[in-house]
């Protein structure tokens, strides 16, 4: 049995082809250029199933079930993007306008729920119950599995963890708040705090990973100093982790899932974030004598997560 997902983002437009084992048999992309309107993303999303399709040799008869994962709070029950700014669409019945496209009846989901969805039932929370993932980016993501369920909210637009406060009149947020877990845990927020020492520490070897070009800042520009011994890439380190923790630990108090995993770009540094992290927790949770504890694990889908998640919402 096939499915299709699709991953809905900013810059590009994935689709996929899952078989029951969730592997990806074929594949098709297109850049997302949402400027153009949602009339003409749809046309381009709707290419790019029948290429994916086509790609796995099968019709979209053989397809079983579709699903596309989208940013923004999604009205689930009838396909509706309700707000999602970074596409600047809003009300845009993206079920309708597949439906009139491809004649195929699609699930619509937050593109965080999706990527949650897909490391529960393939990735990092595979086997549990309660789960939870939030996603370093731009922002912060995240995506709420309580018994098997996606947890949304009463108005589409629960699990948004990256807004929650972790400094009350901290820096500023894109949501219009300060102090939020998305403005100190983000890859946004971590290369800022990498400027900021650097700007510090002139003699920093973090200067010359970036070819003294504050531009070429990445999220891994910390990290490497500080593997290098650099004590300004060392400091950005531990001050970005105790940011990171602090809201993993609240979201583990509020939910206490049986997993939460980590995914995004700077997921890729591994063991030097996860560790410090589930060590912060350990070190700082309320009760020692919890009989089972949150495991903190590193996202294992990668890019692949919302596909999955998304063929397989509605099943």
Not at 146 to 164: D, P, V
Not at 244 to 272: K, R
């Amino acid at each position: 049995m096939y499915r299709i997902g699709v991953d809905l983002g900013g810059t590009n437009i994935a689709v996929g082809v899952v078989d029951e084992n969730y592997n990806i048999i074929g594949r098709a992309k297109r850049k997302t250029n949402a400027k153009r309107g949602a009339e003409s993303v749809c046309d381009d999303i709707a290419a790019a199933i029948r290429e994916a399709a086509e790609e796995s040799g099968l019709s979209l008869d053989d397809i079983a079930s579709f699903g596309i994962g989208t940013p923004g709070s999604v009205d689930t029950k009838n396909g509706i993007i309700k707000s999602a700014g970074n596409l600047q669409f809003f009300d845009v019945n993206l079920k309708e306008m597949l439906k009139e496209r491809l004649g195929k009846d699609f699930t619509v989901e937050n593109d965080g729920n999706a990527a949650a969805y897909g490391e529960y039932i393939a990735g990092a929370g595979k086997g549990t119950e309660n789960f939870i993932a939030i996603t370093l980016g731009t922002g912060v993501g995240g995506g709420i599995v309580i018994g098997g369920k996606i947890y949304t909210g009463s108005n589409f637009a629960g699990a948004e963890l990256g807004h929650m406060i972790i400094n009350m009149n901290g820096e500023y947020c894109t949501c219009g708040k300060h102090g939020c877990f998305e403005a100190y845990a983000s890859a946004t927020a971590l290369i800022r705090q990498t400027i900021a020492k650097m700007n510090k520490y002139p003699d920093s070897v973090m200067w010359e990973l970036c070819g003294k070009d504050i531009n070429n800042v990445n999220g891994k520009t910390a990290f490497d100093a500080n593997r290098m011994g650099d004590k300004a890439g060392k400091e950005t380190i531990d001050e970005y982790i105790s940011y990171l923790a602090t809201g993993v630990s609240n979201i583990i108090s509020v939910f206490q899932p049986d997993v939460l995993c980590i995914g995004g770009g700077i997921s890729g540094e591994g063991e030097a974030l996860i560790n410090p992290v589930a060590n912060y927790f350990s070190d700082v949770k309320s009760s020692k004598k919890v009989g089972k504890a949150t495991k903190i694990l590193a996202a294992r889908l990668g890019n692949d997560a919302g596909i999955i998640g998304a063929a397989y919402m509605n099943v």
